[in-house]
C-alpha cells in the first residue's frame, strides 16, 4: 500500500496555491492529487514523493492534514479496463470509497488510486484476478 496525504482546506482562492507552493518549497514532488469540494471546505488528496515530511511541512503552515494507506491499480489502458477491474471488486463485495486516476501512466496500463473500505480483500481480490498494483518505488514514492 501507498501513503496518501489528505488536506481539510478552506475552499478559498489561494488556498491550493499556497499549499503546492508550500510543498514546492520543501522540495516535495506530486504524483497525483484529487479535490473533494462542498460550498465552504475541501478535502485535497495527494499522493507525494514523501508523505511525512509534506505533513510535517503543511502541519507546520497550520493546516490539518492526514495520511491514509491507497492502492494504486494498474488497470489495462483499453476501453472497458476500468469497468473491468471494478466488476470484478463488485462482484467479490469490495466497497470502494473513492478512488482517483494518477498523473502518469505505464506502457500499456492507467493507474488509478483506490481507498476501500476493507483494503485486505481489495488487495487479495486483485491478487487473485491476476490485476497488478503499482509499488512505490515504480512511483518514486519514499
Not at 510543498?23 to 469540494?37: F, V
Not at 485535497?44 to 493546516?63: C, F, G, H, P, T
Request: no cysteine; glycine share 10%; charged share 20%.
Amino acid at each position: 500500500m501507498i501513503q496518501q496525504l489528505s488536506v481539510f482546506l478552506q475552499n478559498e482562492p489561494g488556498k491550493l496555491a499556497a499549499i503546492t507552493t508550500a510543498l514546492a518549497e520543501g522540495g516535495i514532488d506530486l504524483r497525483a492529487l484529487s479535490i473533494a469540494d462542498t460550498t465552504d471546505f475541501g478535502i485535497l488528496r495527494m499522493l507525494v514523493s514523501d508523505a511525512a515530511k509534506a505533513r510535517a511541512i503543511l502541519e507546520q503552515k497550520r493546516y490539518s492534514a492526514s495520511v491514509t494507506a491507497v492502492t494504486i491499480v494498474a488497470v489495462p489502458d483499453v476501453p472497458g479496463g476500468l469497468a473491468g477491474v471494478l466488476t470484478i471488486l463488485a462482484g467479490a463485495g469490495v466497497d470502494i470509497e473513492y478512488m482517483y486516476s494518477l498523473i502518469g501512466r505505464g506502457e500499456d496500463r492507467a493507474y488509478m488510486v483506490f481507498r476501500a473500505t476493507d483494503g485486505a480483500k481489495l488487495l487479495e481480490t486483485l491478487a487473485a484476478n491476476g490485476i497488478a498494483t503499482v509499488s512505490n518505488e515504480e512511483l518514486g514514492i519514499r
